[in-house]
């Protein structure tokens, strides 16, 4: 495993591009993915396992196209408490009714990662009932994204980056800092196995309403940590792709994650499980189809052609289109 996250950020540099840190960062989304395949049964496992490399790869795609495609940004988040106070009943669950009695428009501009995830698995069904095995690879990938995004506290908050209260900075921080500083070297992502989703849409909305309610947590005590560290203790400099960046310190992300007392491995471990779920449901919707035919399938030149039209785009676009997390 570390073999390969160590090819894909060389990946990354040879393209001359620092990768961003966001939406749980490149690193963390792979993982992720990569992780969820192992909690699939054998049926499923002999597709899955073979382009494991794929689904881990391609599992940033959403991120990448939000330097192209305006409206790809609120598809990874939803500022839930722009709709009252917890649990928000006034925002409705089902996507035809909150539309009626907010507007499409008012919902796209506070997010809606929720009603997404939801579409992004009928597509999953759809794909895994046409035995189409580019739209499963690709939705498969995708799903796991804003699956992930919807296990992040900060995703489900309009003070998404710490803006409103002077710790801008702390949504790269918990997502992705955390993680790459410690997730190989402590971190437990061997997990169960993935079961059957019965209402993917209550299951997502809890997921929301669990990152709502730790997002309070998440800012607050990274403004009581940084009472107790000097500045010059709380960010350091370090190397990375040949650039010298200012970030948080390693002494105070790792006191941060013993003051969160588990938080952000508990959230990637429920989003392994909540990625396999998703994908064992969408086949079992799909009458469980045969997919051993598929395992030694390729991409077309067509799809290939479109994976390197994103990287070009995300490469050479400079900014995000939307709201940028940090």
């Known amino acids: 495993m570390k073999k390969a996250i160590q090819s894909l950020l060389l990946f990354f540099i040879l393209m001359g591009t620092q990768y961003p840190v966001y939406c749980w960062g490149f690193y963390a989304h792979q993982k992720i993915n990569y992780y969820a395949v192992f909690l699939l049964p054998p049926e499923m496992m002999v597709l899955f396992k073979p382009n494991i490399g794929f689904l881990s790869e391609h599992a940033i795609d959403p ?7 305006p409206d790809e940004g609120p598809r990874h988040y939803i ?3 722009h709709y009252g106070e917890y649990p928000y009943t006034g925002l409705p669950r089902k996507w035809t009714e909150a539309v009626s009695r907010f507007g499409e428009d008012s919902l796209k501009q506070h997010g809606i990662v929720p009603w997404h995830v939801q579409a992004m698995q009928r597509r999953l069904t759809d794909a895994f009932k046409a035995k189409n095995f580019s739209l499963i690879m690709t939705c498969a990938a995708e799903i796991g994204h804003y699956i992930s995004d919807a296990h992040v506290p900060l995703h489900a908050s309009s003070n ?8 801008k ?3 790269g921080f918990w997502e992705s800092r955390v993680p790459e500083l410690l997730a190989e070297k402590q971190f437990d992502f061997f997990i169960g196995k993935a079961e059957y989703i019965q209402n993917p849409g209550d299951f997502i909305w809890k997921r929301v309403l669990e990152s709502a309610r730790a997002a309070d947590t998440v800012l607050r ?4 940590l940084t009472g107790a560290f000097n500045d010059d203790q709380k960010y350091s400099f370090e190397n990375r792709n040949g ?3 200012r970030q948080y310190s390693s002494a105070f992300t790792i006191a941060y994650n013993n003051k969160l007392d ?5 959230r990637m471990r429920q989003s392994i499980y909540a990625i396999a779920s998703f994908w064992y449901s969408a086949w079992v919707n799909a009458g ?8 030694n399938a390729t991409f077309t030149e067509t799809d290939i052609k479109e994976f390197e039209n994103l990287n070009k785009q995300w490469s050479t676009a400079g900014k995000m289109i939307g709201r940028e997390e940090q």
């Open 63 to 69: 991120d990448k196209r939000r330097y192209a495609v």
């Open 160 to 167: 998404h980056n710490g803006q409103l209260t002077n710790q």
């Open 288 to 295: 469980q189809p045969d997919l051993k035919d598929l395992a």
């Open 221 to 224: 005590y990274e403004r009581e």
């Open 169 to 171: 900075g702390i949504h």
């Open 262 to 266: 588990g938080m952000i491995e508990r």
């Open 243 to 245: 650039k010298t960046i």
């Open 79 to 81: 500022d839930i408490d």
